[in-house]
């Protein structure tokens, strides 16, 4: 019998019993994705072991159905809102609020403590095809024992018994027959049913340690604050925790076969492994018992280290592989600018990800990281060392603000470990260790408060945890800080809001009376308290300064600390990085925005001797600013566009200046893209030998028609030459005349023609006069 099994209530079995409604089922139809069925292909491959010989090596796949699959859907999304209070903190997956970090941090942080207090054994189990051998008999019990109806039964059973499958001889199906066990694979059900079932071998483990049968690992004071966690289960990744001794294994092993004769889950104990904590004498005995392999520290477990000291470099030497693998196949490949961008922002950044989710990357292997990632944008598959054009920490800032976008809960089984193994400093925050055992995980991911404190405000609750002077809850600043003088003479300076109220009135208490000087503070004080609301239902809560919504997030925390580390950009840099624009157009104006492109003035700064005169005019030097903006032949063309549109114009100083002033303008979203189009297109390379006027109009030709400007716009498209043999059979006549908006233009450098492709479209073509 399972005891002291968590169940729902009569409300909550009704709920989940209720007739299916029609705005559920729409719901869960516009939640699919969009290669999932009811209208896509689904299937991709089927599950087959390498090497397959006999029958159990192949893996049976359930083509589910569309209309039993919404059914499955509807019924899971019900399940995932009430299976948080039927599973424990010991299991960690497919549970809303829990994520898969949590159960690493718990093992490191306990194992990490039972190296300074003890030997132990720690035992990591392979469950053998966990999802096709649960009984079902088995998992009927464990919902019946947490409170599910007849009816939510029925369903569930309907859904596994209906099943059939069927062997391919000799590539064609040789009958069918149902199962008699396990859940199907790609059932949206399957998952959440499956932890319901383990469910019952952690209250077996838990009972197992309140009848002294096995230890588990205790973290914290032995007589103060402490927890016991005697296992961890991430689906059927399990860790057991056992005290090395040898009546202790016996009942565990004891256990986990009753288990496995209850519901039918082997663990194959040829995969499974048995880890010395400390020095463990008699550990070829303890793993004997369990028929299991012998392993050391450090391991992995959920694919992040377990048991490593958490500083060392050897954790991160398979990302490193990772990148040069990814950098070895890429680089055989001629990948432009933007490709080279994409691949790093989607890819690469993603690598390391998982292992920073916990684990601080050391400085020496983030320069080499950064390294590779900054040689591969600016060299591609180039053996040549070529010119790093802007600044890394530039390069690695947000899109908002100016960079390419490169990264560089109150109940829980993690949170009691931490306050039990730690103490607590305040509700917020646990105590800064020193101690011996203080070298786990946990000591380096509390460092950071100090930055995470400096951007949080507080949401006032009942008033239980928020200290009145010191915490930021009523304005800008603390109280402490807004009346130092009242916080001086205060009786506790470290009290908390409820602390100071007494029936529903303040009550604030001094230690001496107030002189006449400090009446005016006090009233004050109490002015600014005496329209304050408190809820006193609700507990108190933190607010992300920075988010509209006053929740945190990790791509809101990583904002706060690059704007933190460099100067606010109060510029929109959505409008270079939000544009239908090719990605290699969007690189070059974002480079020009950074004046970093190659002109002559700044490959003099690169110590190269040369005689800095625009190729163009002849009369000035060559700038990014000169190239873009003030050269006559970059002049006219600005000029050409500002008659186009009926606007006045004067050219701004810089390349920055002229797309602040372009894209604040009233104008289409289209257009405000034109002057990125133009340095895009026209300076590919600004080094006189790789330019060339007429390729301005030739390659700004295709980025304005892919702009698809409506035929009522004032906007003439700009199309180059080739045109002339690409109209798809259509006759086109050229027709050279002044254009009605411009008649007396009048450039040395630009010679506007008339287009007309079967007398249905006016295009202009803009030849240079040279």
Known sequence: ????????????????????????????????????????????????????????????????????????????????????????????????????????????????????????????????????KLNWAYLFTILRRMGFGNR?????????????????????????????????????????????????????????????????????????????VSHLLYADDTLLFCGADRSQVIKLNLILHIF???????????????????????????AGIMCCNIGSFPTTYLGLPLGVNFKGKEIWSGIIEKFEKR??????????????????????????????????????????????????????????????????????????????????????LWKEVIKAKHGELTHWSTNVSADAYGVGLWKSISKLWPDFAGNVTFRVGNGSHIKFWKDIWLGDTTLGEEFPSLHLIAAEPNSTIASNRSDDIWDLRFRRNLNDWELNDIFALFAKLQPFSFSPQEPDRLKWGNSRKGHYTVKEGYHSLCSRNSMIDKWSWKHIWKTKLPTKVICFSWTALHNSCLSQDNISKRKFQLVNRCYFCHKHTESVNHLLLHCPAASDLWNMFCCFFGLSW??????????????????????????????????????????????IVRRAGPLAYELELPASSKVHLIFHVSLLHSAHGQQVVIAPAPLPLIED??????????????GSKKLVLLLWNC
């Open 650 to 695: 004067v050219m701004p100083f810089s390349v920055r200046d002229a797309l602040e002033r372009w894209s604040s303008r009233d104008v289409d979203k289209a257009i405000k893209t034109l002057p990125s189009m133009f340095f895009g297109s026209s300076c590919e390379k600004l080094s006189p030998r790789f330019f060339s006027p007429y390729k």
């Open 1 to 132: 019998r399972f005891e002291n099994m968590a169940s729902i209530s009569l409300d909550e079995r009704d709920w989940l019993e209720r007739n299916f409604e029609e705005e559920e089922i729409h719901a869960t139809i516009k939640a699919c994705a969009p290669d999932k069925a009811p209208d896509g292909l689904f299937f991709k491959r089927h599950g087959i072991k390498k090497g397959a010989i006999e029958l159990k090596d192949y893996r049976p796949i359930s083509l589910i159905g569309s209309v039993y699959k919404l059914t499955a859907k509807i019924l899971a999304e019900r399940l995932k809102s009430a299976i948080g209070k039927l599973v424990s903190g010991y299991q960690n997956a497919f549970v809303k609020g829990r994520q898969i970090s949590d159960a690493v941090l718990i093992a490191n942080e306990v194992l990490d403590w039972k190296q300074k207090s003890g030997d132990a054994g720690l035992f990591k189990l392979d469950i053998e095809k966990a999802f096709d």
């Open 152 to 228: 939510w039964t029925r369903w569930i059973k309907y859904s596994l018994t209906t099943v059939k499958y069927s062997v391919l001889i000799n590539g064609g199906p040789v009958g069918f027959f149902s199962p008699q066990k396990g859940l199907r694979q790609g059932d949206p059900l399957s998952p959440f049913l499956f932890i319901l079932a383990m469910e019952g071998l952690g209250k077996m483990l838990q009972k197992a340690c309140q009848l002294q049968w096995i230890e588990g690992f205790k973290v914290g004071s032995p007589t103060g604050n402490n927890v016991t």
């Open 327 to 412: 950098l070895a196949t890429w680089q055989m490949q001629y990948l432009s600018f933007g490709g080279r961008v994409t691949l790093i922002n989607s890819v690469m950044d993603s690598i390391p990800t998982y292992h920073m989710s916990l684990f601080p990357i050391p400085a020496k292997v983030l320069e080499k990281l950064n390294r590779m990632r900054r040689n591969f944008l600016w060299e591609g598959n180039s053996k040549d060392h070529n010119f790093h054009l802007v600044k890394w920490a530039k390069v690695t800032q947000p899109k908002s603000q100016g960079g390419c976008g490169y990264g560089t809960e109150d109940i829980g």
């Open 745 to 758: 233009w009048n450039s040395p450098y630009l010679l506007p023609t008339f287009l007309r492709i079967d």
């Open 260 to 286: 496995e004769a209850v519901c039918r889950l082997h663990t194959n104990m040829s995969k499974s492994t048995t880890y010395p904590v400390n020095s463990v004498q008699n550990l070829v005995e303890l």
